[in-house]
């Protein structure tokens, strides 16, 4: 259990956080800039939360910020940790680091994605 925290729930909640801030930003830019405005306007009116994360974007993404950071750092702080002796665990244990590899690449992706559309997509588009 600890070795699923260390290596793939720090990553798990950083992807969590990212995915709010695609979310928050870059969807309803996608739809509108795609001409699907009705589309945006009836989902805001049956997800009321969604306006809320748009017009605080930026704790949005300080949080989230702040969560990547923490698992980037947790991941290279246990980079050279060592895996168990047992074969079977050792297998699982690779595992795991590769899991939240990927998955702390996909948060850090979906990040920049959302930080894009939130902070500078406006400004180069229109």
């Given at each position: 259990m600890?070795?699923?925290?260390r290596e793939a729930g720090a990553p798990a909640l950083a992807l969590f956080a990212s995915s709010a801030?695609?979310?928050?930003?870059?969807l309803p830019a996608l739809l509108v800039t795609i001409g699907a405005g009705a589309v945006m306007a009836?989902?805001?009116?049956?997800a009321p939360g969604?306006?809320?994360l748009?017009?605080?974007?930026?704790?949005?993404?300080?949080?989230?910020?702040?969560?990547l950071a923490?698992?980037?750092?947790?991941?290279?702080?246990?980079r050279n940790a060592p895996c168990p002796a047992d074969p079977k665990k050792?297998?699982?244990?690779a595992l795991m680091r590769a899991v939240g590899?990927?998955?702390?690449?996909?948060?850090l992706a979906l990040y920049l994605i959302g930080g894009f559309f939130a902070f500078f997509a406006a400004d180069l588009l229109l």
């Open positions: 600890r070795l699923l925290m801030t695609l979310i928050c930003c870059a009836g989902l805001a009116s049956n969604l306006v809320a748009g017009q605080h974007k930026e704790v949005l993404f300080a949080g989230a910020g702040v969560l923490a698992a980037f750092l947790a991941r290279w702080l246990t050792a297998r699982a244990c590899g990927w998955i702390l690449w996909t948060a």
